[in-house]
């Protein structure tokens, strides 16, 4: 009995100390990603490919794909209890532009992201990579 008390108590209170800097449910979320091919009909026949895509963290590797206008690339992610959860994305228009950004850090979009069904939403546009957290305001947060 001595035992289990001198072991509960302090574990008690370093997962509380763990728990503090965080908001209480944020190891728990399932966040969606979502990257959406919104580049111009540029390509004959348009359903051609115009955009290849290529998303991974350190250890996890989503795959690439190529994708036709209006397709979505969507996976799901927890944060880590280091709340270094990072997914980074290279993006490549095919014979126009090409750049790496990040679809997913944990301490950026924690909390940002989790205004719209703990959703990050992206959009590939010409000019840029836009981000949305409501699906109806974009910015431009990678202009290529
Ligand atoms: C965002 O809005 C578009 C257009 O209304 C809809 O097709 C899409 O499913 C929405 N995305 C999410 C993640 O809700």
Redesign the pocket.
């Known amino acids: 009995m001595m035992n289990l008390k001198g072991i509960a108590l302090p574990l008690l209170l370093a997962f509380s100390l763990l728990h503090f800097p965080f908001s209480e449910s944020a190891w728990f979320i399932n966040y969606h990603i979502?990257i959406r091919n919104d580049l111009p009909l540029l390509t004959t026949p348009p359903e051609t490919p115009n955009l290849f895509l290529d998303c991974k963290s350190t250890g996890k590797d989503i795959g690439d794909k190529l994708m036709l206008v209006k397709q979505d690339y969507t996976w799901d992610t927890k944060i880590n209890f280091a709340q270094s959860t990072h997914f980074y994305c290279n993006a490549r228009w095919v014979d126009h532009k090409e750049i790496t950004f990040d679809a997913f850090r944990a301490k950026r979009d924690e909390s940002r992201c989790k205004k719209y069904?703990n959703?990050c939403?992206w959009s590939v546009r010409s000019d840029g990579i836009y981000f949305s957290n409501n699906?109806a305001t974009w910015q431009n947060e990678y202009p290529w």
Do not use: G, L, R, V
């Open positions: 979502h069904h959703s939403m699906n």
